[in-house]
């Protein structure tokens, strides 16, 4: 019989092994019981590890991850060219444009400012993986009272825990009337939502729910006296709609 | 609508990336890096290769970038071996939570090469290719993988562990 190795025994367990070698090694294990029971650890170290892992073949891939990105730009340079350049939010725009671009005119999918505004600050912070935010949810209320100060008013952090989203964080943006509160929340799947909330030009009035669909990302906005709202996420109208109303609900008790 | 093939691999791309990183959402960013390295080199594919090997190149590129960055975590999470070791200590079977938690106390090259082997299937001369060692090399991390990681997750284990220290 030929000398076992570490090695025959590791091809052994995961089924490797030439079938010329298996006789030499079953008749080995029958003989050293203290590999028998290494190979059957290891075994079951196998089956735990798939059964832990193969869930995630049924799970359904994120929208984020289907498609291929039309132009290849990398995130920084994505955002550069939203941010610096005040492009269109559309076709060159990589991942943010992919996919069925739904025929919707560029010109005609322009929604007012703020929607706007809100589509780009989504599509530049969402797909972010290190940096998503400045402050983590894990400082809610620091986070809450630094934007508060900020914008000058008492801002409140919506909870959509009840709807599958989670808190991430926030972070401070600038925007054309100044400062912005930007709030990031994520679902178990990694969807992500934002709140854009912005101190609104001129007198103090209200609007009613308004939807822009600035390519892939969906916004509802509105305006609540000095403050504008707007809520984004690559996700139906529909689903976004339910959101939207439980945002608009808590800030308005 | 037909997929491309790159997107048919997703899912197995996202249980590897899972098990890789454990939290959800920086798997899937692992993913989306990936993805997106893919289709900017898809030219240098070569057609009828095998794509999955190949993504998993990718992936173990990004990977051993982001890895990097992240040295120091590791290195603070090995500290920590001591809760894993408490909570490891009821029942003869392993757990499969324990499982999740115990596989990020491996060193990342040795997680890499025992989930490409056990979870993915992938064969030893496959997993060399993928993350660029010799078979060797790919063999001795396998056997230290699964030893730690039985020491880990058995009570025989914790005893002999606890005796190293």
Redesign the interface.
Same mark, same amino acid.
């Given at each position: 019989m030929n000398r076992i190795t570490? /090695?025959d025994l590791?091809?052994y367990v995961?089924g490797?092994l030439p079938d010329s070698a298996l006789a030499d090694v079953e008749s080995h294990l029958a003989a050293t019981p203290e590999d028998a029971e290494?190979v059957r650890?290891?075994r079951? *170290? %196998?089956s735990? *590890?798939?059964? /832990?892992? %193969?869930p995630? *073949?049924?799970?359904q891939? #994120?929208e984020?991850? *289907? =498609?291929?990105?039309r132009q290849?730009l990398h995130r920084h340079a994505l955002a550069a060219s939203l941010v610096g350049i005040g492009i269109a939010v559309g076709a060159t725009t990589g991942?943010f444009a992919r996919g069925a671009l739904s025929g919707i005119p560029l010109a005609g999918s322009v929604a007012p400012g703020i929607a706007r505004q809100a589509a780009i600050a989504h599509a530049v912070y969402s #797909?972010e993986?290190r940096h998503p935010v400045e402050v983590g949810a894990d400082q809610q209320e620091h986070l809450v009272r630094w934007l508060s100060k900020r914008l000058g008013t008492d801002l409140r952090c919506p909870k959509l825990s009840a709807l599958g989203y989670e808190l991430v964080g926030g972070r401070l943006l600038s925007g054309p009337n100044g400062p912005v509160a930007h709030f990031m929340f994520?679902d178990?799947? =990694?969807g992500r939502l934002t709140l854009y909330v912005s101190v609104q030009k001129g007198e103090s009035r209200q609007t009613a729910f308004h939807f822009a669909q600035e390519d892939k990302v969906a916004v509802f906005y509105w305006i609540d006296g000095s403050y504008g709202y707007a809520l984004s996420g690559e996700i139906s109208h529909d689903a976004l709609l339910r959101v939207a109303d439980v945002v608009y609900k808590q800030l308005n008790p | 609508m037909d997929n491309h093939p790159i997107e048919q691999h997703i899912p197995r791309l996202r249980r590897y990336a899972r098990a890789l990183v454990r939290d959800r959402y920086a798997a899937d960013d692992l993913v989306q890096d990936t993805l997106e390295r893919a289709w900017n080199k898809l030219h240098l594919w070569r057609q009828g290769s095998d794509m999955r090997a190949w993504l998993f190149t990718i992936m173990h590129n990004v990977f051993v970038n982001q890895a990097r960055s992240r040295r120091q975590e590791v290195e603070r999470s090995m500290e920590e071996m001591p809760v894993v070791a408490v909570r490891g200590h009821q029942g003869q079977e392993l757990e499969l939570l324990d499982m999740d938690r115990a596989l990020q106390m491996l060193p990342p090259d040795h997680r890499e090469v025992l989930l490409l082997v056990a979870v993915e299937e992938l064969s030893y001369e496959e997993t060399s290719q993928a993350l660029g060692v010799p078979i060797g090399t790919v063999m001795s991390r396998l056997s230290r993988a699964r030893e730690r990681l039985r020491m880990l997750t058995s009570p025989q284990g914790m005893t002999s562990l606890k005796v190293v220290k």
């Amino acid at each position: 019989m030929n000398r076992i190795t570490e /090695t025959d025994l590791q091809a052994y367990v995961d089924g490797m092994l030439p079938d010329s070698a298996l006789a030499d090694v079953e008749s080995h294990l029958a003989a050293t019981p203290e590999d028998a029971e290494r190979v059957r650890a290891w075994r079951e *170290l %196998n089956s735990v *590890l798939r059964s /832990t892992f %193969n869930p995630v *073949l049924d799970e359904q891939v #994120p929208e984020r991850l *289907l =498609g291929r990105p039309r132009q290849r730009l990398h995130r920084h340079a994505l955002a550069a060219s939203l941010v610096g350049i005040g492009i269109a939010v559309g076709a060159t725009t990589g991942w943010f444009a992919r996919g069925a671009l739904s025929g919707i005119p560029l010109a005609g999918s322009v929604a007012p400012g703020i929607a706007r505004q809100a589509a780009i600050a989504h599509a530049v912070y969402s #797909p972010e993986v290190r940096h998503p935010v400045e402050v983590g949810a894990d400082q809610q209320e620091h986070l809450v009272r630094w934007l508060s100060k900020r914008l000058g008013t008492d801002l409140r952090c919506p909870k959509l825990s009840a709807l599958g989203y989670e808190l991430v964080g926030g972070r401070l943006l600038s925007g054309p009337n100044g400062p912005v509160a930007h709030f990031m929340f994520q679902d178990t799947r =990694g969807g992500r939502l934002t709140l854009y909330v912005s101190v609104q030009k001129g007198e103090s009035r209200q609007t009613a729910f308004h939807f822009a669909q600035e390519d892939k990302v969906a916004v509802f906005y509105w305006i609540d006296g000095s403050y504008g709202y707007a809520l984004s996420g690559e996700i139906s109208h529909d689903a976004l709609l339910r959101v939207a109303d439980v945002v608009y609900k808590q800030l308005n008790p | 609508m037909d997929n491309h093939p790159i997107e048919q691999h997703i899912p197995r791309l996202r249980r590897y990336a899972r098990a890789l990183v454990r939290d959800r959402y920086a798997a899937d960013d692992l993913v989306q890096d990936t993805l997106e390295r893919a289709w900017n080199k898809l030219h240098l594919w070569r057609q009828g290769s095998d794509m999955r090997a190949w993504l998993f190149t990718i992936m173990h590129n990004v990977f051993v970038n982001q890895a990097r960055s992240r040295r120091q975590e590791v290195e603070r999470s090995m500290e920590e071996m001591p809760v894993v070791a408490v909570r490891g200590h009821q029942g003869q079977e392993l757990e499969l939570l324990d499982m999740d938690r115990a596989l990020q106390m491996l060193p990342p090259d040795h997680r890499e090469v025992l989930l490409l082997v056990a979870v993915e299937e992938l064969s030893y001369e496959e997993t060399s290719q993928a993350l660029g060692v010799p078979i060797g090399t790919v063999m001795s991390r396998l056997s230290r993988a699964r030893e730690r990681l039985r020491m880990l997750t058995s009570p025989q284990g914790m005893t002999s562990l606890k005796v190293v220290k």
